[in-house]
């Protein structure tokens, strides 16, 4: 079992929340529109998730961290969603979220976007975004194997449906990109730790993403060194994309954003911004967490490549 710290999130209720990210996005966006809804099925596209909803027991796991890949990788940070799931009591959770994925399955490291609904009626969609021999993005399903590597920012839930937050925003007139928007804002308002995960979909225009090569072999010391690592892409829509956030760090060494996205053209990777903001829009479901769990926290902290 990995060594699990349990915090209590702050859950404020979907009202007052939709309220906060109405007002906070409006700051960086010329049209924004978030309200409270029942959960439509997220397994239909664009959405594309492993289970219905966002709803029941939802809780964040953050597991391992960039500690364990930065200056050099420790490839023996290989984790399951099994082991996770039973250790935070929740043995049939629906999983989604960022990571790295499972190097010893897939033959490289790759960004994963878990998708996955354990239990009776288990149902494995996860993908991964790796680099080809030639440097190209290459997306692969991954049906058949729960583990990763490294560091994960996980959403769990009974994946069931529920009340959500349904946010849309489009045509971004600020700097800062939709997930940091909505984060930024509900640490302005609520002094305790805020949890959120779910799905949004870019529809229309673009967005810089980045695939991690292979481990590197040279100790990778500060940010430029891990850009000049990064490949970096200009991905069109439409991307689903999987997010986990926390409007402040409790003292845990989170991760406190983190986003990972795929798609059915074949096209994936880790979420920076949008780069077409005159004509982007962004729809997506949220839920708030109860609960974060600390896994496998490391000793050191890196204050860099956690953008």
Known sequence: MYKTEEYKLFQPSLDEAAV????????????????????????AKPYMLAA??????????????????????????????REISKSIRMPN????????????????????????????????????????????????????????????NLFLSQGKPGKVLKVVAK???????????????????????????????????????HVMPDYSETPLKNIQDVNNWLKFFNMPAPLSCLSVFVSSDPGLNLRV?????????????????DTTPEDVEYEGYFNLAETLYRVDQPYEVTDFGKD
């Open 52 to 81: 219905e909803g966002l709803c029941g027991n939802p809780s964040i796991a953050d597991v391992g961290g960039v500690e364990y890949l930065l200056p050099l990788a420790k490839k023996d940070k290989v984790y399951d969603f």
């Open 171 to 209: 045509n971004r007139k600020g700097s800062s990109n939709f997930v940091t928007t909505m984060r930024q804002a509900l640490g302005k308002v609520f002094d305790s730790p805020v949890g959120v995960g779910g799905v949004f979909v870019i529809r229309t225009g673009k967005a810089k993403l």
């Open 20 to 43: 906060v990210l109405q007002d906070g996005l409006s700051e960086n966006f010329n049209y924004v529109d978030v309200q409270v809804v029942n959960c439509p099925d997220l397994r």
């Open 257 to 273: 954003e983190h986003t990972h996205c795929f798609s059915d053209h074949g096209v994936g990777g880790h979420y920076h911004e």
């Open 93 to 152: 959770a629906f999983i989604i979220g960022p990571g790295a994925g499972p190097r010893p399955h897939i033959g490289t490291n790759c960004e994963m976007i878990a998708n996955l609904k354990l239990g009776e009626k288990e149902n494995i969609n996860t993908h991964v975004a790796k680099l080809d021999k030639d440097g190209a993005c290459e997306l692969v399903h991954v049906k058949d194997n729960t583990q990763f590597c490294i560091l994960g």
